[in-house]
């Protein structure tokens, strides 16, 4: 479990969740709250008097991994509460239980249960274009980190371009917002991350995280200075965006420079998106991280989609590039729930990502 660091940043965190929202559950004289609006799934319970929304997703996976034992398992169980205070005050935090339950022939087990306090921040609205956020927030390197919940995005598996090179989860400060730039909105954000002075809460997140890898290495910042830049067109079916960010990492001790690109566009018939980027370390005997990916969305008829993607990734960890190929289907019966049946393959891929079978249900709720 994670542990909220010691000293005074622990009680101003403790007492921003008290002031945050044990008010609003206590709210009035008589104890209790004021009736939530009408619920519809994968937007949350709301209490308009309390402006407060809770809500959050749980998702359920199946690895089929080659050679390796089935497991099924609890993969996320995420709780999002978001309060609103007067006209420019915000406070959103995230409780994530990952792991919690992983179940194979021979056991049902909980060891590798763990608790993460995802996000927790205070933001607060300067004006219509400008947005300042404090606290721990998704670093902004590329679409993907930033759109964070399994059920949302299109696979399974992730793309080893968006979890091997950089911390996906910053604590410090951050500007963010949208700007119209040539008739266009050009979306910002800015942040400065320096987590070994005031870090509160370590995020379990692996270098290389998809399930069976072998590596242990994680990409925690000791601090961090960058940003990115989202450029919108063609009514919005075309983004494109350049990120770079200067960095520390805690261990292995090092200082990094990332650069990366990134695009989404739809069409009628097909979307397309992709992202890639490389790592250079300031000790020039240290190789790089380069890689990419592409992947194609194709709708089919009653709510089916057919996912396809293509990466080559060279990690600083084993020579040669890796190149892995996903193909699967996700099915969206309804608003919020998500099922998604993949099929993994690649080549010197064993450590980082194996091969396998993937199936997951999710729900955001």
């Known amino acids: 479990m994670s542990k909220l660091a010691r000293g005074p940043w622990r009680r101003i ?3 921003g969740f008290v002031l945050a929202w044990s008010g609003p559950l206590l709210a009035d004289a008589s104890g209790s709250m004021s009736p939530a609006q009408p619920y519809h799934l994968g937007q949350g319970l709301y209490f ?3 402006a407060l929304r809770v809500g959050g997703y749980a998702d359920l996976q199946f690895h089929g991994l080659d050679d390796q034992r089935n497991a099924l398992v609890i993969e996320d169980l995420s709780l999002f509460l978001s309060k609103d205070m007067g006209a420019r005050w915000k406070m959103f935090g995230e409780v994530e239980l990952g792991d919690a339950v992983t179940a194979t022939r021979r056991q049902l087990t909980t060891r590798y249960a763990n608790v993460d306090l995802e996000r927790f921040y205070a933001e607060y609205r300067v004006s219509n274009g400008i947005t300042l956020r404090v606290g721990k927030f998704l670093t902004p390197v590329g679409q993907w980190n930033l759109i964070h919940a399994d059920p949302l995005v299109w696979s399974v598996s992730r793309p080893l371009t968006t979890t ?5 989860h910053s604590t410090g400060a951050m500007l963010y917002g949208t700007v119209n730039l040539q008739n266009h909105d050009l979306d910002y954000w800015l942040f400065a991350d320096d987590s070994q002075a005031i870090g509160f809460a370590r995020s379990h997140d692996l270098a290389y995280g998809a399930y069976g890898a072998s590596s242990p290495l994680r990409n925690d910042f000791a601090h961090a200075l960058g940003g990115q830049f989202l450029y919108h067109m063609i009514d919005d079916r075309l983004s494109v965006g350049a990120s770079a960010v200067r960095y520390a990492l805690r ?3 090092q200082q990094y420079r990332l650069i990366g690109i990134d695009f ?3 069409g009628r018939r097909v979307e397309f998106s992709g992202e890639a980027l490389q790592r250079k370390a300031d000790n020039p005997a240290l190789p790089d991280e380069v890689g990419g990916f592409l992947q194609a969305v194709v709708p089919l008829p ?7 993607r293509y990466e080559r990734y060279r990690s600083s960890i084993q020579p040669g590039a890796v190149y892995i190929r996903n193909i699967g289907l996700n099915y969206r019966p309804v608003r919020g729930l998500f099922l998604k049946l993949e099929r993994l393959d690649g080549s010197r891929n064993e450590a980082l990502d194996p091969s396998g079978w993937f199936f997951s249900v999710g729900a955001i709720f």
């Open 13 to 15: 965190i403790l007492l």
């Open 48 to 50: 308009p008097q309390q």
């Open 164 to 168: 091997a090179a950089f911390a996906r």
């Open 251 to 253: 261990d292995p001790r």
């Open 264 to 266: 989404a566009w739809t």
């Open 302 to 308: 009653r709510s089916l989609y057919l996912v396809g």
